[in-house]
T-cell receptor
Framework: EAQVTQNPRYLITVTGKKLTVTCSQNMNHEYMSWYRQDPGLGLRQIYYSMNVEVTDKGDVPEGYKVSRKEKRNFPLILESPSPNQTSLYFC???????????FGPGTRLTVL | QKEVEQNSGPLSVPEGAIASLNCTYSDRGSQSFFWYRQYSGKSPELIMFIYSNGDKEDGRFTAQLNKASQYVSLLIRDSQPSDSATYLCAVNRSGATNKLIFGTGTLLAIQP
């Protein structure tokens, strides 16, 4: 089954404690992306990757890092989380130009 | 001005009626337009995409695009209670076909 998986699905942490949210896709897609979703602000892109070792900032990259060492994986790293990063995070992938974005199930992060 | 604007709703529609969801966008160079449905706490799922002016029909759903007016809409015929969800409009940034900008979504409530 074609899918995008994220882990963990729920996470409560404290300010400053480094964390990683994993994302994996089994569709051999080149393009992957991370979004955060906040009430009243909608889905906003954090980072995206066009292929292995190729990443770029989205609209709200501050406080986040990503890496793309393998085609299937695109982890999101919060080096020093802060309460304003409390949000619902989605990973997405698509095969190429104009293709459908497949979203992961989401990770609800709370930073205390 | 937001890049993609939607009325937040809620839009209340009787069961069996036509639901009409609207979206305007600011980037005249945008070429790809998407409608996603998102149930509460779940990830967005693609309903329709449209690239050319006019109408595109898929089952009970019709997407309408008017590039001159920078307007895209989604019609849902014979609305069912299961259509109750938030509908997200997404538009690509000109020159970046993989980079989607999402509206904040319209909450649709189908009344039995």
């Amino acid at each position: 089954e074609a899918q995008v998986t994220q882990n963990p699905r729920y996470l409560i942490t404290v300010t400053g404690k480094k964390l990683t949210v994993t994302c994996s896709q089994n569709m051999n897609h080149e393009y992957m992306s991370w979004y955060r979703q906040d009430p009243g602000l909608g889905l906003r892109q954090i980072y995206y990757s066009m292929n292995v070792e190729v990443t770029d900032k989205g609209d709200v990259p501050e406080g986040y890092k990503v890496s793309r060492k393998e085609k299937r994986n695109f982890p999101l790293i919060l080096e020093s989380p802060s309460p304003n990063q409390t949000s619902l995070y989605f990973c997405a992938s698509l095969a190429g130009d104009r293709d459908t974005q497949y979203f992961g199930p989401g990770t609800r992060l709370t930073v205390l | 001005q937001k890049e993609v604007e939607q009325n937040s709703g809620p839009l209340s529609v009787p069961e069996g009626a036509i639901a009409s969801l609207n979206c305007t966008y600011s980037d005249r160079g945008s070429q790809s337009f998407f409608w996603y449905r998102q149930y509460s706490g779940k990830s967005p799922e693609l309903i329709m995409f449209i690239y050319s002016n006019g109408d595109k029909e898929d089952g009970r759903f019709t997407a309408q695009l008017n590039k001159a007016s920078q307007y895209v809409s989604l019609l849902i015929r014979d609305s069912q209670p299961s259509d109750s969800a938030t509908y997200l409009c997404a538009v690509n940034r000109s020159g970046a076909t993989n980079k989607l900008i999402f509206g904040t979504g319209t909450l649709l409530a189908i009344q039995p």
